[in-house]
């Protein structure tokens, strides 16, 4: 009745054994563990010296021109979503258009690393700059200058133009929030909600969707209906990030579950043969 525990104990110890042997031969002659691969010899400086070479520092490789067309490809992607193809090609802001001065910024810091600071300020710099007339902070127009903004949410908005931003309590805000805001305090939040990039991170992506939840608990979309049909794109943008996430998270949860469904059928299977060599 115990031969299938002493075959699965005797297959443990072989298993164990195997790779007790591959670490002994894994081992050089003076102790040290072998190379996976071939190693070059190393040159001394004397060497290196002759060939005009340094040894001790790696040439420095040099942003090609394919390069750099891949990096501004990829920040027109990640900050310029809503940006026509007019806006990015057509549009001309002191005598170049936006993908030009992409190219020009990207080209001068491959050159010179650091002489064009880019960042959060520089995107959002240039997407008022050629977004034209139709940029949320143009058509998102406070009709009361003197309507009073509630302390917390100043706070919360100078948190978020600090550098690196702190948006937390922005979306704490948002989240809290049950009094009914006035026209100036749903522009402010509005034209914060526009500079995001919801792509970028999860705070970005978190600012959008608490935005949208917080106009749809307090029946704001209906009473400030023209200021949020400005952020329309916007919205749009995140739902769709939101899809993408919730059908990737479904994907990886489903995998797992068959991974799980398989370890445990795989467990029955052995219960059940410890069960037939016990009967």
């Known amino acids: 009745m115990y031969t299938c525990v002493y075959t699965y104990a005797l297959l443990l110890v072989l298993w164990h054994l195997f790779f007790h042997l591959v670490a002994i031969l894994a081992q050089a002659p003076n102790g040290q563990v072998r190379p996976a691969w071939p190693m070059a010899p190393k040159r001394s400086l004397l060497e290196a010296a002759f060939q005009g070479e340094s040894a001790t520092k790696r040439p420095r490789r ?16 990640d900050n310029f979503k809503n940006f026509t193809e007019a806006q990015i090609d057509s549009a001309i802001v002191d005598g170049v258009s936006l993908r030009a001065r992409l190219t020009r910024d990207k080209a001068q810091n491959a050159e010179k690393p650091g002489s064009v600071t880019m960042g959060r300020i520089y995107y959002n710099k240039l997407k008022m700059l050629y977004a034209g007339e139709n940029h949320p902070t143009k058509l998102l127009i406070i009709k009361d200058a003197s309507a009073q903004v509630r302390p917390e ?3 919360a908005m100078l948190a978020s133009k600090r ?11 948002l989240q809290n929030m049950s009094e009914q805001p006035n026209q100036s305090e749903v ?6 909600m526009a500079s995001l990039t919801p792509s970028l991170s999860s705070e970005q992506y978190q600012g959008v ?22 952020c329309k794109s916007y919205f749009e943008e995140g739902l769709l990030l939101a899809l993408s996430i919730k059908h990737l998270t479904h994907l990886l949860l489903r995998h797992v579950r068959l991974h799980i469904i398989y370890i445990i059928a795989s467990g029955m299977q052995v219960k059940c043969g410890l069960v037939q060599g016990y009967a």
Do not use: C, N, Y
């Open 209 to 230: 969707i608490q935005t949208m939840r917080w106009l749809t608990r307090l029946g704001l979309d209906k009473e400030f209906k023209a200021e949020v049909e400005v």
């Open 163 to 173: 550098t690196p931003p702190q948006r937390q309590p922005m979306l704490q805000l």
């Open 187 to 192: 522009v402010g939040i509005l034209r914060w």
């Open 153 to 155: 949410l100043f706070q």
């Open 62 to 77: 040099s942003l090609g021109a394919a390069t750099v067309a891949q990096q501004v490809a990829k920040a027109l992607h």
